[in-house]
């Protein structure tokens, strides 16, 4: 009895000590995971600009300004059925946004940055997207504000593309000085 105990022992801790080793490594894994997620809390990602070509939206955005947005972004008549768009927003997005982004994930993103930021320009990869576009509050308390806001917004945007780029007579962007 005491032999068979034995082959029995010994079989069973060669089996936990596989058990053992797949165990330690999902346990090494998880941690792993849970530091990269929390060093970076949702939104603060860098945009992988390597699957398909994006355009860059930032300013004045809101459920109600993302949704006219991807109803014209995602109409039929576009022939682009590629590009993604890029929203950057200096808060994370409110429920019904999530939810409004979720439905059309394959097709937008979400950052949480501002467009004054290189940084955060850098994130969204601004130096390979196709367009940029501004959304203004066309319903806002403050026009003007609203419109200085905006002014800064463009001024930081080109700022970046002229640092990384130099003065390129050639660009997709306006240069400085240009109105649009």
């Known amino acids: 009895a005491e032999v068979r ?3 029995v022992s010994t079989q069973s801790s060669s089996n936990n000590t596989d058990s053992n080793r797949f165990g330690g490594i999902c346990v090494v894994l998880g941690r792993r995971l849970l530091k990269m997620f929390k060093k970076s809390p949702p939104y603060t990602l860098d945009y992988d600009d390597s699957k398909s070509s994006h355009v860059v939206v930032c300013g004045y955005i809101n459920t109600s300004t993302v949704s006219n947005f991807m109803r014209d972004f995602l109409h039929p008549e576009n022939e682009d059925h590629e590009t993604t768009a890029v ?3 200096t808060t994370p997005p409110p429920e019904d946004l999530q939810n409004l982004m979720h439905r059309n994930f394959y097709r937008c993103q979400y950052f949480q940055g ?3 930021r290189a940084g955060d320009l850098a994130r969204v990869k601004l130096s390979t997207a196709k367009a940029c576009l501004v959304i203004a509050n ?4 403050e026009p ?3 419109d200085a806001a905006n002014i800064l917004r463009v001024i930081s945007i080109k700022e970046l593309q002229v640092r ?3 003065y390129n007579p050639d660009s997709k962007l306006p240069q400085r000085g240009t109105l649009v």
């Open 164 to 166: 990384r780029e130099g």
């Open 114 to 116: 501002s467009p004054l």
């Open 5 to 7: 105990e034995a082959v």
């Open 138 to 141: 066309k319903h806002s308390a």
């Open 144 to 146: 003007d504000a609203e």
């Open 87 to 89: 929203f950057l927003n």
